[in-house]
């Protein structure tokens, strides 16, 4: 304890904290009024500060003042007094559910000794799985999980006891059957670089066989395409992975002529069985279909 200076007194700006509200005693500072053996005071009536001070055999009031580390100060909301003392401390311990995964830069999943606010834990869902916009945890003794988006939820807190929370597992993504609405169309130039995929959406992507990457569909037709296989899935989402996939092949201009040439011959066994001809003719028939084919692959141009 101690008595306050001039400059102290001074700080306090509000002048009815600086007045003795019960007895308007003048009350001494420590600090030297301006002839020795003079003490600055502070008059109780109106809290005026006396820098001149009084001589220091009167009998003033005094008004002890003391440093205070407001940390270890508890209120209780029962008694509605303070004590002073050491804070209680308590310990948080988090159970991480399945399929998920504390981040490395946040707090311990094992926390001791708080008397205050707990680091933040941050979890993360594993691929193929996300915490849907109804997830929640039961808070436990001020501890709570709050869900940041569809990756991620915080649990944070100051503990008023100590606290065990175990958090809901994530849920797993589901995965669409392929699409069967895209359709490919086959080059017809000797270029073959016009080539076709129809009812491609904005909800899937494509891409050639070979390639690396997937490509967003647009809704509109994808052309100026090459001769190969082509693969054409739903997209992933955040609750949903991406589909399996539809494949689809583009041929180029000759197997393409090829293909319908020979789909042509078969044309003339439509609706037919060899019932319908005497034994020789359907030899005859279905021998020259067969030479015709043959004849159709081994050709390097056809017209038409």
Avoid at 184 to 198: E, F, M, P, V
Avoid at 207 to 223: L, N, P, Q, V
């Amino acid at each position: 304890m101690f008595l306050l200076t001039k400059g102290e007194a001074y700080a306090i700006t509000n002048a009815d904290v600086r007045k003795d509200a019960t007895a308007a005693m003048d009350w001494w500072l420590c600090s030297q009024g301006n002839d020795v053996g003079n003490a600055a005071f502070v008059f109780g009536d109106d809290g005026y500060v006396y820098d001149y001070g009084d001589d220091v055999d009167l009998t003033l009031g005094v008004r002890p003042a003391l440093k205070l580390d407001l940390s270890s100060v508890i209120f209780s909301s029962e008694s509605k007094t303070f004590t002073v003392g050491s804070a209680a401390s308590y310990s948080v311990t988090i159970t991480a559910g399945d399929h998920m995964t504390k981040t490395t830069d946040s707090g311990a999943a094992s926390q001791t000794g708080l008397s205050g606010a707990m680091t933040d834990v941050v979890y993360t869902a594993d691929t193929g799985y996300y915490f849907p916009e109804n997830y929640s945890v039961t808070a436990v003794n001020g501890i709570s999980v709050s869900r940041n988006s569809y990756t991620q939820i915080t649990v944070s807190g100051t503990p008023t006891a100590n606290a065990a929370i175990t958090l809901t597992a994530p849920t797993q993504k589901t995965t669409p059957d392929a699409p069967t609405t895209a359709a490919a169309s086959d080059c017809t130039t000797a270029d073959n670089n016009d080539g076709k995929l129809t009812g491609v959406t904005t909800a899937m992507e494509y891409k050639k066989s070979d390639a690396d990457s997937w490509t967003r569909g647009t809704g509109s037709d994808i052309t100026g395409l090459v001769p190969g296989t082509y693969y054409v899935r739903v997209k992933a989402t955040d609750t949903a992975n991406a589909s399996a996939n539809q494949e689809l092949t583009i041929a180029d201009s000759l197997t393409a002529k090829k293909t319908a040439a020979k789909a042509d011959l078969d044309t003339l066994l439509a609706g037919k069985t060899e019932a319908d001809y005497d034994a020789a003719d359907w030899t005859t028939l279905t021998q020259a279909i067969t030479d015709g084919k043959t004849a159709i692959d081994n050709a390097t141009t056809i017209d038409g």
